[in-house]
């Protein structure tokens, strides 16, 4: 079946836009997880949806960043304002339910200039 | 706090021949998971091996296996007769079974040579 999707694949934007990133996770998946993959801070955990409970927001590095996930199936990472550290590649994963294994997107890679 | 360290950043490994990564981990906690994943240069993040660290079996998954020593807190990956396609960075990554975010390490980029 298909496997997690996320668009765009590449975006470029300009210190202080707004930017949405989109994930699609498999279908029946009920977890879903944002990661930021950057150079100096390496694959760090950014939030995480389960079901109807509330996000787990534990992991977002500042009030810039928000997420959502509607429907219980897609979500959307939103950045406002964007700074040059935001830079970095954005990946999705979902998962079947809690504890089982974590399939990836192929990531959203974003250029801050 | 949980982490992983893999303590190379960089390996190399000839066709056919077998490689081990290495990967420790440090927590406290009693019931958790550990993972090897593969990221290609093509960015995608593809799961290699899956071990519950209270299964004292080791993980295989054809040329993949596992060296799972939970005392040690150590779980290296030892990948046999080597392929041009294992060429990637490999993540260790923990999971909590409570917490659910994967806790990954630095990563070991491998080079597979003909």
């Known amino acids: 079946g298909a496997g997690v999707s996320q668009s765009p694949s590449n975006k470029v934007t300009e210190k202080g ?23 100096g801070q390496g694959l760090e955990f950014l939030i995480y949806f389960q079901g109807n409970s509330a996000p787990d927001k534990s992991g977002l590095p500042s ?6 996930r509607t429907g219980g199936s897609v979500s959307t990472l939103t950045i406002q304002r964007t700074q040059q550290e935001d830079s970095a590649v ?16 192929p990531g959203t890679r974003l250029l801050v200039l | 706090a949980q982490t992983v360290t893999q303590s190379q950043p960089e390996m190399s490994v000839q066709e056919a021949e077998t ?5 420790t981990y440090d927590t406290s906690e009693n019931n958790y998971y550990l993972f090897w994943y ?6 995608q993040m593809i799961l290699v091996i899956r071990q519950e660290a209270y299964k004292q079996q080791n993980a295989t998954e054809n040329r993949f296996s596992v060296n799972f020593q939970k ?12 392929q041009l396609g294992d060429t ?11 917490t659910d975010k994967l806790i990954f390490g630095t990563g070991t980029r491998l080079q597979v040579f003909p």
């Open chain 1, 17 to 39: 836009k707004d930017v949405e990133l989109r994930c699609d996770p498999i279908s029946g998946h009920t977890a879903l997880y944002w990661y930021r993959q950057s150079l």
């Open chain 2, 38 to 43: 593969k990221q290609p240069p093509s960015r």
């Open chain 1, 90 to 105: 954005y990946l999705c994963a979902s998962s079947l339910a809690p504890a089982e294994t974590q399939y990836f997107g």
């Open chain 1, 63 to 68: 009030d810039r960043f928000s997420a959502e």
């Open chain 2, 19 to 23: 490689v081990t990564l290495s990967c």
């Open chain 2, 88 to 98: 990637a960075m490999y993540f260790c990554a923990f999971m909590n079974h409570n």
């Open chain 2, 71 to 82: 005392a040690a807190k150590s779980f290296s990956l030892k990948i046999s007769d080597s």
